[in-house]
């Protein structure tokens, strides 16, 4: 018998004003694994992660999480199923106000009703586990834009989520502090044995910690699968992503707009 998708999408379309942004994506994501979505800028991947984590509805198609239709729930149906998905932002997305354990323990605060003494120690948990420790009291404007990925992903992972999302983590990283946080998802995965979906362009990320890749272009999968079966793929969009093959073709006005509004 085959193993049920834990995020399952079928035939999601979504429209800004007369832009046709996603065209009928279907894709199943399964538990435990790194699914990574990945494309060129302008190709609706953000958009997708948007829908998935409920942001975003869709103008038709279902996203089933663990069976439940998400796309068909109110916010207050839905609450149950965020609690335990994480998200970490492309930009990170702390409060500048908060300090870095205010930051990851905001979570628990909102959602559970644990004791502070409780709070605080998961939250130092976290921490460590990200390899922050000791930066409990620190403000985001003093952590390097790596370590505020690190933070974000403590944030994210606060309470213990399913399905962790990640839209672009190592962007704007200089390589080293990138594989950084790649080996960070990789940890991540292996000692909670969560699911993981991450959203990029960038191929060195991609191929250090993906178990399977959705290539999306222009608003549709256009090839689903493990690393080798991508490299070895004879499409041509595929191929030129990969090989890192420049595009000649003329710009086109109305594909830039497009590309403007599908992120």
């Known amino acids: 018998m085959a193993k049920e998708p834990i995020i399952k999408i079928r035939d999601l379309n979504t429209y800004y004003g007369d832009r046709h942004i996603l065209k009928g994506v279907n894709l199943d994501i399964y538990e435990g694994e790194i699914m990574t979505i990945l494309g060129r800028s302008g190709c ?12 975003v509805r869709p103008a038709s198609g279902s996203i089933f999480i663990k069976g439940q239709d998400i796309t068909r729930m109110s916010e207050e149906e839905m609450t149950p199923i965020l609690k335990k998905m994480g998200m970490l932002f492309q930009g990170a997305a702390l409060f500048n106000s908060m300090t870095v354990g205010e930051n990851v323990a905001l979570p628990l605060k909102e959602h559970t009703q644990l004791e502070d003494s409780t709070i605080s120690i998961m939250t130092r948990i976290k921490l460590d586990l990200v390899g922050l420790s000791g930066f409990e009291s620190f403000k985001p404007a003093q952590l390097s834009g790596g370590m505020k990925k690190r933070a974000g992903l403590a944030r994210a992972i606060a309470m213990d989520p399913d399905i962790l ?62 690393q080798d079966e991508l490299k070895n793929s004879s499409d041509p969009i595929v191929k030129q992503f990969l090989n890192r093959e420049a595009d000649d073709s003329e710009l086109d006005r109305d594909k830039y707009l497009d590309s403007l509004v599908r992120n």
Not at 44 to 55: D, E, F, N, P
Not at 173 to 193: C, N, S, Y
């Open 44 to 55: 609706g991947k953000s958009t997708l992660l948007r829908h998935m984590v409920g942001l």
């Open 165 to 226: 999302f990640c839209d672009e983590p190592s962007a704007g990283l200089d390589p080293v502090v990138a594989m950084g946080i790649d080996q960070l998802i990789i940890k991540l995965e292996k000692a909670f044995r969560m699911t993981i979906v991450v959203v990029t362009h960038e191929l060195p990320s991609v191929f250090t910690i993906s178990d399977r890749i959705a290539m999306l272009h222009e608003g549709q999968i256009i090839a689903v699968g493990t």
